[in-house]
């Protein structure tokens, strides 16, 4: 599979982002994905699973991110968005996204890493 993200930019604190992911691969609707950040210096880090719609589109998050952000998948355009409220300065990062295996409910990247999304929260 590859991941395309997009979305990142510029933002002041407060303020409010959508990431989009394209999947390029069969049975999309079959994996669970994920959403990871990552700061220079500093291992990738999971902030956002969703699991397979077999499993319910179930949501987990970490602990840094819940009640702001939001995963969520349309399985009819093989995309991934990560809705990104109240944004602070430590949510700098790149986000990628990347998939479990399929039928898992797990969001252990399994697939290359694609280019990342550079998002930016700065006054």
């Known amino acids: 599979a590859q991941f395309v993200e997009s979305g990142g930019e510029l933002v002041q604190p407060g303020e409010s982002l959508r990431l989009s992911c394209y999947a390029s691969?069969?049975?999309?609707?079959?994996?669970?994905y994920g959403w990871y950040r990552q700061i220079p210096g500093k291992e990738r880090e999971l902030v956002a699973c969703?699991?397979?719609?077999?499993?319910?589109?179930?949501?987990f998050y970490s602990d840094s991110v819940k009640g702001r952000f939001t995963i969520s998948r349309k399985n009819a355009e093989d995309t991934v968005f990560l809705q990104m409220h109240l944004l602070r300065p430590e949510d700098t990062a790149v986000y990628y996204c990347n998939s479990g295996n399929r039928g898992s409910t797990q969001c252990v990247a399994s697939g290359a890493w694609g280019q990342g999304t550079q998002v930016t929260v700065s006054s």
């Open positions: 691969r069969s049975g999309f609707s079959s994996y669970p």
């Open positions: 969703i699991t397979p719609i077999t499993s319910g589109s179930t949501t």
